[in-house]
C-alpha cells in the first residue's frame, strides 16, 4: 500500500503561480511512475502531468509550457509547480503513483498495476 499526502493548494489570481506537493509514504517502492490529476466541479478527472522514477516526463496539452512536474526519490516528495495559472486551472488536484507502468507523449500513462490516490488539494484561479 501507498499512502499520498498532497499539500500547497490555495487561492490565487490569474497569472499567478503555486506549487504542490505530495509526500508518498508505505510501499513506496511501488511508485514507479507518479502524477498529478484534476478534476473541475461537473466535470471527469483528467491528467495534468506525470513522471516516470527514469526522470521522463508526460504533460497533457493544457499543462505544456505552463506546468513542470519534478520527483525528488530521496524525499519521496512529487511536486507540481504551475505558472501562468488561468481560471479554468481551478479543480481539485490529486497525486497519483503505480507501479510497473509507462508512459506516453500526451500525459497517457498505463500498466497492469492499481492506481493509488491522495486525497486532494484545492486550486482555485480567480479572474
Known amino acids: 500500500q501507498v499512502q499520498l499526502v498532497e499539500s500547497g493548494g490555495g487561492s490565487v489570481q490569474a497569472g499567478g503561480s503555486l506549487r504542490l506537493s505530495c509526500e508518498a509514504s508505505g510501499s513506496t517502492f511501488s511508485t514507479t511512475c507518479m502524477g498529478w490529476f484534476r478534476q473541475a466541479p461537473g466535470k471527469e478527472r483528467e491528467v495534468a502531468a506525470l513522471i516516470h522514477h527514469s526522470g521522463s516526463t508526460s504533460y497533457a496539452d493544457s499543462s505544456k509550457g505552463r506546468f513542470t512536474i519534478s520527483l525528488d526519490n530521496a524525499k519521496n516528495t512529487l511536486y507540481l509547480q504551475m505558472t501562468s495559472l488561468k481560471p479554468e486551472d481551478t479543480a481539485m488536484y490529486y497525486c497519483?503513483?503505480?507501479?510497473?507502468?509507462?508512459?506516453?507523449?500526451?500525459?497517457?500513462?498505463?500498466?497492469?498495476?492499481?492506481?493509488?490516490w491522495g486525497q486532494g488539494t484545492q486550486v482555485t484561479v480567480s479572474s
Open positions: 497519483a503513483a503505480r507501479d510497473r507502468c509507462w508512459l506516453q507523449n500526451r500525459g497517457i500513462w498505463g500498466g497492469p498495476a492499481p492506481v493509488y
